[in-house]
């Protein structure tokens, strides 16, 4: 009779305890950080016992551990792909950023202002109101460039500042990794506390990846173990430091623990494929800054002021940031050709370097930047859209996986709830029992 008290004693705890962790399952059902568990539960046998035959007699059931839903090919996956994506966004905010820079300077339409006041000029070349528009049309020229690159190193020094923040939040994650490896060396294996720390690891693990796109492995008892380009960054309970440096194009240069490595994806690579991508359009307009000082330069010292006096430099500097304009009177802009006599109207040499720009010059050098930096941009934006779908396919098979299902927790705690009456009823009986016995007497 002991046995049937011990029976829906341990039946009932254990559907108490299935109830609470149904409980917690739908507690939980929003948390991406949170995987499903369920209760396994073993038969409790006695051995011995008065009344009990020799052998081994049935004596109700109890909790044997907590189990975690889980896939590692799957959580690799899932990690991998939004690696992959977050290495696109970063790029891709970096060249947007930069595309904004370039066009709000608005260093295509100063080019095309500058070809059109010297048009203006051809027709009265000894206007003072022309001469003086068409100068200060050559200041705003370089104003603009003056702002482009002073923008650039806005959108540089924003891309800098992100992965600097992001190295020094993956050395924070891989310490508290190092610190999750001790617990679960030291917790109970099938236990509520190991999941819980299994959680932990796993969601330190995703954010690894979408910053870093580190390689992740598990020992028997879930330490995670992460490799940065073949180099250990958390093995145990050791967590090594990543750090960053410039490269001369612009990227970053990766080492961990002192030892040079190579970022596969993640937001750090995205960050420095941004960097690296600015410091080529830096170069490029520095390029078209010298095209415009070049070609306004050359056709100056091939002609005459209105004075009479050789054509001096019409610009100064040696890229997009040092550019300015060199002239300081209108009267010194070289309309006609070497040797010409002064107050000539003879436009030759204007007419030559209108010529200049128009043919293969600065204007077509701008549209031919800022059309390669729109392509770039759209090509990236159609790669980041196909690495997103990617990545939240393999997010939903993840969740289908070790996700928490409302409907079937619902089917659960009706069928605890069923069990814990059940059980309850049983130690009803086994007391009526009792109380019929003790009543004969």
Known sequence: MSNLLNIGKSGAMAARAALDLTAQNIANAGNPDYARRSLAMAEVAATSGIGVEPGTALSGVRVDRVLRSDSLFLQNEARRTSGDLARADAELAGLTHAESAIEQAGIYGAIVDFEASLSRLASDPLGGALRAAALEDGRRLAETFHVASDALDVAESDARLKTDAGVEQ????????????????????????????????????????????????????????????????????????????????????????????????????????AMQAIGGLRTQLDDLAVQVI?????????????????????????????????????????????????????????????????NGGPAQSADTLLFGLSSAIDARSVTRDALRTIADTAQVALSNKTGVDLDQEAT??????????????????????????????
Request: aromatic fraction near 4%.
């Open 294 to 358: 070049d070609t306004l330069n050359t056709a100056q010292a091939s002609g005459t002021a209105p004075d009479g006096s050789a054509g001096q430099p019409f610009f100064s500097g040696t890229g997009a940031a040092d550019m300015a304009l060199a002239l300081t009177s209108g009267s010194q802009i070289a309309t006609a050709p070497a040797g010409s006599p002064a107050g000539s109207r003879d436009i030759g040499n204007l007419q030559a370097l209108r010529d200049a720009l128009s």
């Open 170 to 273: 993956v050395n924070l994650l891989a310490a508290e990794l190092a610190r999750t490896n001790v617990g679960i060396a030291r917790a109970q294996p099938g236990t509520s506390g190991m999941a819980v720390l299994h959680d932990r690891r796993d969601a330190l693990l995703r954010d690894l990846a979408e910053l870093s796109g580190g390689n992740a492995s598990l020992d028997q008892l879930g330490r995670a173990t992460v490799t940065l380009g073949g180099e250990v960054l958390v093995q145990g309970t050791q967590a090594n430091l990543l750090s960053a440096s410039a490269n001369p194009d612009g990227s970053l240069a990766f080492t961990v623990g002192g030892n040079a490595t190579i970022l596969r994806s993640g937001s750090l690579l995205g960050g420095s494929q």
């Open 412 to 441: 659960n705690l009706l069928r605890y709830q069923q069990a814990f009456q059940a059980n309850g009823r049983v130690i009803q009986a086994a007391a009526d029992v009792f109380d019929t016995i003790l009543g004969i007497g």
